[in-house]
């Protein structure tokens, strides 16, 4: 088993916390688009997906995590 200690720099939103539990289910595997598209938009993604929110979706939520502790890679 695993154990990972996350913490945010603020309040984490809702998208950052779908993001986060869908990486969470995937540590040490490959993340598509898609399943993070999915994982933002749900039922929605057809309509609302976006290469670039999907790239500022993941910087704001890694932005949140950064620490002067370590680093995110």
Do not use: C, H
Not at 4 to 29: C, D, H, M, N, Y
Not at 30 to 57: C, F, H, M, T
């Amino acid at each position: 088993m695993i154990t990972i200690s996350l913490v945010f720099e603020s309040l984490p939103t809702a998208q950052q916390i779908s993001l986060t539990k869908l990486f969470l289910e995937k540590v040490g595997r490959p993340v598509s688009r898609d399943e993070i598209a999915l994982a933002i938009w749900g039922s929605q993604v057809e309509a609302k997906y976006s290469d670039w929110a999907i790239d500022k979706a993941v910087s704001r939520l890694r932005n949140n995590l950064q620490s002067k502790n370590y680093k995110l890679i």
